[in-house]
């Protein structure tokens, strides 16, 4: 499956952003669908991820103020961001994998497809 990050941009602190996930090729209805990210200098980390049932999981991090969704029928997923702040300043990426479970949900190496990063930015 092809993916395509969007959405990515700059941002003040506090603001907001939505990164959109879109797939083509093949579905992703069956496949947790995840979103990592990557600042500069730093290791590839798990921001969040979505199974097909629509189970979330988010790294401590992010969570309370990210929400991942997904539409099956327009094989989107998005990462809506709320209360930014200058440390989520990373390009982001999404990926999916079939043979993800909950074990490995936050493991980069489980995920089989993946995107070009989208660039955030949040100045302070």
């Known amino acids: 499956v092809q993916l395509q990050a969007s959405g990515g941009g700059l941002v003040q602190a506090g603001g907001s952003l939505r990164l959109s996930c879109a797939a083509s090729?093949?579905?992703?209805?069956?496949?947790?669908v995840g979103w990592f990210r990557q600042a500069p200098g730093k290791e590839r980390e798990f921001v969040a991820t979505i199974k097909w049932t629509g189970h979330t999981y988010y790294a401590d991090s992010v969570k309370d103020r990210f929400t991942i969704s997904r539409d099956n029928a327009k094989n989107t997923v998005y990462l809506h961001m709320n209360s930014l702040k200058p440390e989520d300043t990373a390009v982001y990426s999404c990926?999916?994998?079939?043979?993800?479970?909950?074990?490995?949900?936050?493991?980069?190496?489980?995920?089989?497809?993946w995107g070009q990063g989208t660039l955030v930015t949040v100045s302070s």
């Open positions: 990926a999916a994998g079939r043979s993800v479970i909950q074990s490995t949900a936050a493991s980069a190496s489980a995920y089989n497809d």
């Open positions: 090729g093949r579905t992703f209805s069956s496949r947790f």
